[in-house]
C-alpha cells in the first residue's frame, strides 16, 4: 500500500476532497512543482490505476479507452488535448502547470493546486524523519540521527530533502582518515599549481572558524581556544563572510 504524508491543512484539504470524489466518475487535475507529491498523491488515491504520460498520446488513448481509472502524468505535454474524453472515468492528472487549453476545463471537475514542499513544514519535517528511517534501513546504520527541522533543504522539494538526509547520515560516519582521503582526491583533482596553498586554504580555516563560532558564540574566547590573535581571527571572519 502506498503511504502518503499529509500533515499539513493545505495537503489535507485536497487529499480529503479526492478521496471524497473517487467514489464517483470525476476527473481531478494536480498541479504543482516537480517532486512536491503530486504523482504519489495520484498513486495513493488510485493505487491500481495504469500510469502513462503525457507525452505519449497513442499509448494515453489507449488506457483511458481500456480502464475505468487511469493516472497521467506530465499532462501539460498531451500533444492534442481534443482527442481525449474523460466521461465515465476515473482520471488523475499531474501536470507543472494547468495548459492553456479551452479543452482542459471540460476534462476536469477539479483543478487543484499543490504548494511546494517550503510551504508545508509540517510534510517536511514528518517526510524527513521518514526517509533518515528508510535511509538507515537500507544502510543498516544503527545510530540514531536526527534532521534538524528547521534547516532541511526544500529547493528542489523531495529530491533535495532526500539528498540532504543521505548526505547527513554519510557525514555523520566520516573520521579524520575520510576527511584526509576526501581532500586529496579533490586536491588531486584540483591543483594547478597557481597559488594553490592560500587558494584552497579556505577548505580548512572557514569551516573551522564557522563552527568554533557556532559553539563558543564569541571571537574573543573563540581567538583562545584557537591560540591566535584576536585581530587575526577577526580578518578571517569579515574575509570569509561568518
Do not use: W
Amino acid at each position: 500500500m502506498i503511504k502518503f504524508i499529509a500533515n499539513s491543512p493545505q495537503l489535507q484539504n485536497i487529499t480529503k476532497s479526492l478521496e471524497l470524489t473517487k467514489k464517483f466518475y470525476v476527473s481531478s487535475l494536480l498541479i504543482g512543482e516537480k517532486c512536491s507529491g503530486r504523482k504519489t498523491l495520484a498513486r495513493y488515491i488510485l493505487p491500481n490505476a495504469p500510469v502513462v504520460n503525457g507525452s505519449d498520446l497513442p499509448t494515453l488513448l489507449e488506457a483511458v479507452s481500456e480502464h475505468e481509472e487511469v493516472i497521467i502524468t506530465d499532462f501539460e505535454k498531451v500533444s492534442n488535448y481534443s482527442l481525449l474524453n474523460f466521461d465515465n472515468k476515473r482520471v488523475i492528472a499531474t501536470a507543472l502547470y494547468q495548459p492553456k487549453d479551452m479543452t482542459v476545463d471540460r476534462l476536469f471537475g477539479h483543478i487543484y493546486e499543490i504548494p511546494p514542499l517550503r510551504e508545508r513544514p509540517e510534510d517536511a519535517g514528518a517526510l524527513a524523519d521518514i526517509y533518515m528511517k528508510n535511509a538507515r534501513e537500507m544502510l543498516s546504520f544503527d545510530e540514531e540521527i536526527k534532521m534538524d527541522h528547521a534547516r532541511l533543504d526544500l529547493s528542489q522539494n523531495n529530491q533535495s530533502l532526500k539528498r540532504q538526509v543521505f548526505k547527513r547520515l554519510i557525514l555523520s560516519t566520516v573520521d579524520e582518515s575520510d576527511i584526509e582521503a576526501l581532500l586529496y582526491d579533490y586536491f588531486s583533482e584540483n591543483l594547478r599549481g597557481d597559488n594553490d596553498y592560500k587558494k584552497y586554504l579556505h577548505l580548512y580555516e572557514k569551516p573551522l572558524i564557522k563552527a568554533g563560532l557556532a559553539k563558543y558564540k564569541s571571537q574573543l574566547k573563540l581567538a583562545s581556544i584557537l591560540g591566535i590573535n584576536r585581530n587575526t581571527l577577526r580578518k578571517k571572519v569579515n574575509e570569509y563572510g561568518l
